[in-house]
């Protein structure tokens, strides 16, 4: 399993614009093959703040969605990005 999370950092006053440009890719992502989450919304305490988070069965559907996108929407400039891969070797329920 494969989990991309991090945060992306814009602008206050362009977070609502950003998160309106990147709407339809949750839906796009969540319909892919392997595709188990995907969010991006905006942090309840920084007002610049963008959450990430995805999880995919495989770096291969991970690939094959990031292939598959079409042109990105004309985005308001990130100020900052930390976001991370990380490979899971087993998981466990709480």
């Given amino acids: 399993m ?5 945060r992306l950092d814009v602008d206050p006053a362009d977070r609502d614009r950003y998160l ?3 709407a339809d890719v949750a839906g796009l992502a ?3 093959a392997g595709c188990l989450d995907f969010v991006q919304a905006a942090d309840p305490i920084e007002p610049g703040r963008i959450n990430v988070y995805e999880r995919w069965e495989s770096d291969e559907d991970l690939a094959r969605f990031r292939a598959s996108g079409g042109p990105m929407p004309d985005l ?5 990005a930390a976001v991370q891969r990380f490979s899971i070797a087993a998981v466990e329920s709480l």
């Fill in 30 to 32: 969540r319909s892919a």
């Fill in 2 to 6: 494969i989990i991309i999370a991090g």
């Fill in 20 to 22: 309106a440009a990147v």
């Fill in 76 to 80: 308001p400039p990130l100020r900052s």
